[in-house]
């Protein structure tokens, strides 16, 4: 588990006010966004529910600049970059 990710989990455990039956991409996104530092992502297990939107901001954003475009086809090729 990366550091964003165990800070984020860390996180969802204290006080009442966290979903505690949140998944694991929730969790993570709560706390940092949908980016490339996402467990789910990282194992190509996102559901990329709306594939434009993932799309447009792969290619717009640095969110995911960690990245280089053929390692994300190979992860998504649903996304068509």
Sequence with gaps: MNLKAGFAETLNQFGSHTNLSANEC???????G???GCPVFIRGACKLEDIDAMRDTILNTDR????EIEELNKLYPQLKL
């Design 64 to 67: 995911f600049s960690s990245y």
């Design 34 to 36: 949908c980016d490339g």
């Design 26 to 32: 929730e969790i993570y996104g709560i706390t940092w």
